[in-house]
Structure formats: C-alpha cells, structure tokens
C-alpha cells in the first residue's frame, strides 16, 4: 500500500463516522486487466454488441464469466446471471421512399443524406403519409411550469412537424430553459414524446452540429439502423408514426422556398410569443414497410450480498451495448466497435467488481449491472427501473460509468449534471486526499445527464453520480484533454473508427477513476448513510417520498 492510499483512507474515515470498522482495502485496479476486457469486447468478434445479435451472446457470456470467475453470485431474477429484456425490434425494409412537395415540385430526399428516418416505433407494418402539411413548431415545446407553449392549441393532427434541436435558451444563454445547460425539454426524446402527445402524424428535428454535441455521422449511424423500444401497450402515447432528422441547411432552403428566414423563425422561436408557422404549398410524404418483431434482450447483473444490511444496494453500472453492424464507412469497416463506447464501462465495472469481491464483505450489498440498449434510448436500464430486481427505495446509491477516457491520468474528475446531490460532497472529500478535483460538465448544453443510463434511476429518485474523465491531463494540460475530447466526439463518436487503440491510449487515468469509485462505494457500503438529492433538484422530491422505507 502506497503513502498516497494511506492518505486516501484516512480521509474516507474523516468523512464518514458510521463506517465500518473493516479496514478499508487499497484500490488495486488493473489496467492491464481492463485493456484485456476492452480488447476483447470490443473486437471485430463481437460484431459491434448490437442487441439481438451474436454479438449480444458473445458479449453478454463475455461479461457473465468474468463475474463469475471472479467470485461474485448471480444478480438476476431467481438466481440467474441475466434479466430478461423484451424488446420491440424495429427495422426499415429496403430504402425508404422520402419526399418534400414545394410549389408542385417534389423533391426527393435520400436516407442517410439529406434526412434520416428511423424504423416506426408504432409496431406498424407501413408507414405512409401522403402530401401532409409541413408546420413549423419552434423547439416544440409545452412547458407549463414555464408558461411556454410552442404549440398554442394548433390542430396538428396529420401534419408532419419540423422542430429545432436542444432547448429556447441554447443560442442566448439566458431565459427560462436554464441558460446554456439543456433541460429535458432540449432532447430528442422529450420532442418525440410531445409530438405524440399533440396528435403529429411525424416529425422532423432539424440537426445543427452545436446544439446537438455531435455532427451529422452520428444521427445517420444511430438512427437508419435498427431500433428498439420496451414493449408498451400503446406505444403511440409516446412515439408519432415518423421520427426522424433533417440536415440544417436542408431546412434552410425549405424555408426559403416557401418565403421563411430560418434564422428569423429560430430568433422568433426563443421567445413565449412564437406561434407554429405553417409553411404555405409544401407537404411531406414517406413511404417504406418495416418489419418489427418482439425478442429478448438481456442486462447482466451480478451481486455480492451485504453481510449486515443484505437489503440495501449500492449499484454500479455501465451498458454493454453499441450499434452492431452498418453500411462501410470510407475505408470499407463496417464494424461499429464501441471500443470506448462502452468498453471502458464494461471494464470499468468488470474491474470494480473484481476489487470488491476480493476485499472484505461490505456491510451492504453490492450489485453491479451491464445494461442493454443503451444506444437506442436508455432502454435496458429503463426496463430495470421499471421492474427493479432490487427495490429503488433501498437503493442507497449508484454509480454510472460511459464512455471513459484512454488519455492518461488527470488532476481532475468531471461530473455529468453537477449540482444534483451530495454524493459529490463524499467524491471531492476521497479526490482532495490525492490532490485531485472536480471540474464540472463544461458542456451543459449538450444534456449529457440525460443521455446514459443513471438518468433511469435518477428520475425515480435515486440518488446517482456520473462521474466522468477529467480534462486536466496530467500530461498536457486541459488544452490537450478538450483537443483530445473534442476529436473523438468529431472523428470516432458512434463511428467505426471507435477502435482500441494500442499506440495510443493509456488507460492509467481509467484506473485511477476506478479507485475513486471503489472508495466511494466502500465507504456507502459500510456505513449507515443514505445520500439524497440537493433540495434545489428536480429529483429530490420523488427520493424523499420513499424515505419511509429507509432506517
């Protein structure tokens, strides 16, 4: 044991007087170890983990053997290493037919190019809209604890709406949508969700780099593909027959040739007085079958049970899913590797639960769970929340881990949605004692907090860290770590060249952060302590609800 872990523990005792009075055992992480996991699942083998693939069973036996061999007991329902996730599988047959009609000239639009259509997630066989009204809705949002209505009554049944990406105070800064930090109403998701909500037969998000947080590549890779969805009973409520994305400068030549000024609209569009825009003798249409079919993915789950406290449960998670196999990029790779999307998770996690089970027994339980779906909506995750092997009002804490970076080691640590509770408070208190700190999410705007998979939890209350690599590279600074961020979210982000890299990456950072989760969930593990949400979250509410259930 090193001085610096020396230290590392005396501080975790200052910071907790209920913990136990089990020795605190050194972080030990691997990064050797990891490298293995990464390169592994994240090989041309595993055909890019897409669910219901080879690459699923591959991936998830992968992970199954490594809890195992490790020591750790299945996590599952009745004993099993694996809960079961039955899924919608939804898939656009041949090309799909896409068009605008503007002044009785139609225009085809090709898929992937200028727009990108996903497979309905209706569960219908066809989709088919013939010349609908195309209607200009703002950032189409109906936000009433914000008096906001982009919609204003407007009958929008059967029209095909087009909407702005992100929230109505991106641009500014300012106003009532929290500056430049996005709220919920600034997601894709969220917009689909309201178009189903007001009656649109479609529609369409008009994709801008900046808003978005990541470029073109990434919306055609992650949606033309195929799509998945939990199984609901009546999936209309939430999902339009049509969800799909247009390229910005697309748009802009739509709204000109119908006499609009994009910029004009989107000004107009940032304020309460925007009313939706009907864009005079132009109409949509979209014709394509989809074949959709209910299978059966899987999380993986394991546990080691708690010793006093078996009931409680600190959760750490990462997903092991990616988007499987695509049409070749350039340089003919079809392979969609997620090397560090999510092989980092996976590892991350892998080697979280190789320390723990080789320590003392925590006084808590400890579960560690390898979500499904991911990419196609939070939705293994979501299903987990939704039917929880383990209650959410006794889970004390969880841990999220997506998408680390290979860059070596930092003096800092961010934290995705910082703000949000006092696990912080426990984080800077273990990164102090090795001269470390936390650098806030420096991209708000990009709703990064809603985009993985604590965010399933954490709207049910539990209180959940996403703690992130840090910028500050030891070697080179924060200018070398944003370079170095920035390129992979340009070049390789749900891209195929999201490969292992072993000229190049350094996973002694990975390792370190590792260590810091370890403490984190040591110190929760044997102790008494429940964590909550700050009273300024949105989240806080719904945890004290259930404080009933907690001793």
């Avoid at 703002?138 to 919609?151: H, I, L, M, S, T």
């Avoid at 070049?491 to 890299?501: G, L, P, R």
């Amino acid at each position: 044991m090193t001085s610096r872990h020396l230290i590392a523990l005396f501080a975790l005792a200052a910071c907790a007087p209920a913990v136990s009075t089990t020795t605190t055992p050194a972080p030990a992480a691997s990064a050797t170890r990891m490298t293995e996991d990464i390169k592994t699942v994240a090989s041309d083998a595993y055909l890019g983990r897409g669910p219901a693939t080879r690459g699923e069973e591959l991936a998830t036996t992968y992970i199954r053997d490594q809890l195992k061999a490790a020591g750790l007991q299945p996590g599952g329902p009745n004993g099993s290493w694996f809960q079961e996730v039955p899924l919608v599988q939804s898939d656009i047959v041949g090309k799909p037919s896409l068009s605008v009609t503007v002044n009785g000239q139609t225009i085809p639009l090709t898929q992937g190019q200028e727009i990108a259509v996903r497979a309905t997630m209706q569960n219908a066989d066809h989709v088919n809209i013939k010349d609908a009204p195309l209607v200009f809705l703002g950032y189409g949002v109906k936000a009433p604890e914000r008096n906001w209505d982009d919609f204003k009554g407007m009958d929008l049944h059967g029209k095909v709406g087009i909407v702005l990406v992100n929230d109505p105070d991106f641009e500014t800064g300012v106003g009532d949508f929290g500056g430049k930090a996005m709220t919920y109403y600034g997601r894709w998701t969220y917009k689909y969700e309201e178009a189903a909500r007001q009656g649109l037969a479609g529609l369409l998000i008009v994709h801008e780099t900046a808003p978005a947080s990541y470029g073109w590549p990434t919306v055609k890779n992650s949606n033309t593909n195929t799509m998945f969805d939990i199984v609901r009973a009546n999936p209309a409520e939430v999902h339009p027959l049509l969800e799909g994305w247009v390229q910005r400068d697309d748009a802009v030549r739509l709204l000109n040739e119908v006499g609009q000024n994009f910029d004009a609209l989107k000004k107009l569009a940032q304020t309460r007085e925007f009313k939706p825009v009907t864009l005079a003798n132009a109409t949509f249409s979209a014709n394509y079958e989809v074949k959709h079919q209910i299978i059966k993915s899987k999380n993986v789950l394991g546990r080691i049970p708690g010793t006093t406290h078996p009931d409680e449960t600190i959760l750490y998670g990462a997903h092991w899913d990616h988007l499987g196999v695509g049409a070749p990029d350039a340089k003919g790779d079809s392979i969609y590797n997620g090397a560090v999307d999510n092989g980092t998770g996976i590892a991350a996690v892998l080697e979280l639960a190789r320390d723990f089970v080789a320590g003392p027994k925590p006084q808590r339980s400890l579960v560690f769970a390898f979500w499904t779906a991911e990419e196609k909506g939070l939705i293994g995750s979501e299903y987990y929340a939704s039917n929880p092997v383990y209650p959410l009002e006794t889970t004390v804490a969880g841990f999220n881990t997506d998408a680390l970076s290979p860059t070596g080691r930092t003096h800092d640590v961010t934290v995705v949605g910082y703000g949000q509770s006092d696990l912080e408070d426990r984080l800077k208190t273990v990164l102090a004692a090795n001269n470390r700190v936390i650098t806030p999410d420096a991209n708000p705007e990009a709703g990064y907090f809603f985009r993985s998979d604590h965010f399933s939890m954490a709207k049910r209350g539990v209180p959940m860290l996403y703690m992130d690599s840090g910028d500050d590279l030891l070697n080179g600074g924060t200018a070398a770590g944003t370079a170095a961020a920035e390129a992979y979210r340009k070049n390789a982000y749900h891209q195929q060249a999201d490969n292992y890299n072993p000229a190049t990456w350094d996973l002694s950072g990975i390792a370190e952060d590792v260590n810091v989760l370890h403490a984190l969930g040591w110190q929760l593990a044997n102790s008494r302590d429940w964590p909550n949400y700050r009273t300024t979250s949105e989240f806080r509410p719904v945890r004290d609800k259930s404080a009933s259930s907690r001793h």
